[in-house]
């Protein structure tokens, strides 16, 4: 099938390469004129495990292309899905800006049957919306609104994709309906089909449920070192249990992220608009605030005063295997540290080149390697857990530091190995602190 996505950002982008490498032919359409320069010299502009690849493949293949005009890419699909931003407004409801520009844009360029679909996250009703918009600039035009939320996860996003969980999309219309299955048809995968306000409310109510997940086990994180429990043996009896899961059970320096932060102020304040206002959400968010605070307590109680100490912090993506640095709480804790006089050196696999370019980059010193930033430091901070963390030599770390204070965010290493490294190990949850 012929297919567009309007907006070749995060979603857009893997959504767009992923349609192409199961044959369908594909353009991808953004209005960053450098953006489609880059994709056009044949460079990925985020980092995504097999995304490069997907891209190059498919552009020589003939069925993925990029343009800046959204006349071509809406001539082309017969089906075109819109992926633009949906930033937070500063009350935490969604800003729906990009979205109505982009129904505007359509609208004058349908010539012929379309299927216009909602890919981007937003609240419910916002399909309704775009129809009114493209029915006001195009009184006349034949075209069917679908939402088709995406569930795909950054560093996971190209397996996400080609073997997702479930596909859901909500729709009015038989024949936007048959259009949809014969995109979808060659994922193997359970199809939901629901109206449209379902599939809208569907996306908000996964991820804010996920969240809780999270707030959940970082509740239970709290009591256990009350108690001198460890959250991670209680995390996995309670995740045996099938109706449970253990999965987003991981204790730690709580969630971030452009993706829950935005998606659960987002879901309080459409609730609230309507009338039913979802206060449980706001706990979850409570308790999300409260674990960096905590951990940040343990740090100054161990150090005393922070001021003047030398402090490396291993991580700063929002979560591994990403490049990704928005609402990542590491940078978040690294802020707070350099804000309160600590001499922060910090080391990331993927995000060095972004971090750079924060404020922040100029106030802390990056540097090549976990072990480097180590040196000389009175405490090390374990804030996003790469794998590679676990695999560097620590007994050589631990000889290179000035006191061996090792504070770990996410639970990344085992207690005993680390205190018979010598270290001052101190862990979420983890028996008593
Ligand atoms: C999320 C959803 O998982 C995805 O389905 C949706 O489409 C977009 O939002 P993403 O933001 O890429 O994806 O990351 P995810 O893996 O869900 O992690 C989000 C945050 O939760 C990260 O900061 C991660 O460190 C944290 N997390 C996750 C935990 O603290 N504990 C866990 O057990 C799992």
């Known amino acids: 099938m012929k297919l567009t ?129 493209i029915l006001r600039y195009a009184p006349s035009a034949e075209f069917d609104v679908v939402s088709n939320p995406e569930f795909l996860r950054e560093g996971s996003a190209v397996a996400d994709l080609m073997k997702p969980d479930r596909i859901v999309f909500g729709s009015n219309s038989d024949r936007a309906s048959a259009l949809m299955k014969k995109v979808y048809e060659p994922f193997v995968a359970p199809l939901l089909v629901t109206d449209i306000a379902s599939a809208e409310l569907i996306k908000h109510a996964a991820n804010s449920f996920l969240a809780l997940k999270i707030s959940y086990i970082n509740a239970i994180s709290e009591i256990c070192e ?25 204790a730690g320096l709580g969630y971030g992220g452009s993706c829950f932060p935005k998606d659960i102020a987002a879901f309080i304040a459409i609730s609230e608009q309507l009338g039913v206002p979802f206060d449980l959400l706001k706990e979850v968010q409570r308790i999300n605030r409260r674990q960096i605070d905590r951990f940040i307590d343990r740090i100054r109680k161990a150090l005393w005063v922070l001021e003047e100490k030398r402090i490396a912090v291993w ?83 631990r000889q290179s530091m000035l006191s061996p204070l090792l504070f770990d965010g996410r639970n990344l290493l085992a207690p005993g190995t680390m205190r018979g490294h010598g270290f001052d190990y101190h862990s979420i949850g983890r028996g008593a602190p």
């Open 5 to 133: 996505l309007i907006g070749s950002g995060y979603v857009g982008l893997t959504t767009g390469a992923c349609f192409a490498e199961v044959g369908h032919e594909v353009m991808c359409v953004d209005n960053d004129t450098g953006k489609i320069a880059t994709l056009l010299r044949g460079e990925i502009p985020i980092y995504e495990p097999g995304l490069a690849d997907l891209v190059t493949q498919n552009v020589a293949a003939g069925r993925l292309s990029f343009t800046t005009s959204t006349e071509e890419g809406v001539d082309h699909g017969e089906v075109v899905f819109i992926a633009v931003p949906t930033p937070p407004n500063p009350d935490g409801s969604v800003d729906l800006k990009f979205i109505e520009k982009v129904a505007r844009e359509i609208a004058p360029c349908l010539k012929e049957y379309k299927v216009i679909v909602d890919k981007s996250t937003v609240p419910v009703k916002t399909g309704e919306k775009v129809a009114e918009t």
């Open 226 to 250: 009350a108690s001198g429990a460890d959250v991670e043996l209680v995390a996995e009896g309670i995740g045996m249990d099938t109706r449970i899961g253990r999965a987003f059970l991981n």
């Open 315 to 397: 991580g700063l993506t929002f979560k591994p295997d990403t490049d990704d640095l928005r609402c990542s709480v590491a940078v978040d804790l690294v802020e707070r540290l350099a804000a309160e006089g600590a001499v922060v050196t910090a080391y990331d696999p993927k995000g060095m080149e972004r971090a750079r370019e924060l404020p922040l980059g100029s106030k802390i010193r990056l540097v090549a390697s976990p072990e480097e930033a180590a040196v000389g430091v009175e405490a090390l901070v374990i804030a996003t857990e790469w794998p590679e963390f676990a695999r560097v030599d620590f007994r050589k770390v």
